[in-house]
């Protein structure tokens, strides 16, 4: 099983920045895919920044250019710099994860799994 936790979450002003971190861990083989979601009140979620094996980044139109994925594969860690936060940005990031594992009978499978969610609140 794998299991992905994040950090860095918080209340901050508008303008300022935020650093998220989320690390995988468990009986990972690779990890190919590694992004940040968000969610705001009312609204679905939606992709904020992803990042490649081969550190290929995309990101929404809405945070280019402010924010940055970076990710530490020896450390099965992805971050996401939140620079000239903005009110519109307050939301529950989550984290998802995709690669393959060892499963219980110790055959390779795929897995995707998500953090529980950081809350960053921005206020004006």
């Known amino acids: 099983q794998v299991q992905v936790v994040e950090s860095g979450g918080g209340l901050v002003q508008a303008g300022g920045s935020l650093r998220l971190s989320c690390a995988a861990s468990g009986s990972i083989f690779s990890i190919n895919g590694m992004g940040w979601h968000r969610q705001a009140p009312g609204k679905q979620r939606e992709l904020a920044a992803a990042?490649?094996?081969?550190?290929?980044?995309n990101y929404a139109d809405s945070v280019k250019g402010r924010f940055t994925i970076s990710r530490d594969n020896a450390k099965n860690t992805v971050y996401l710099q939140m620079n000239s936060l903005k009110p519109e940005d307050t939301a529950v990031y989550y984290c998802?994860?995709?690669?393959?594992?060892?499963?219980?009978?110790?055959?390779?499978?795929?897995?995707?799994?998500w953090g529980q969610g950081t809350q960053v609140t921005v206020s004006s």
């Open positions: 990042i490649t094996s081969g550190g290929v980044t």
């Open positions: 998802n994860v995709k690669g393959t594992y060892y499963n219980d009978s110790y055959y390779l499978a795929d897995f995707g799994s």
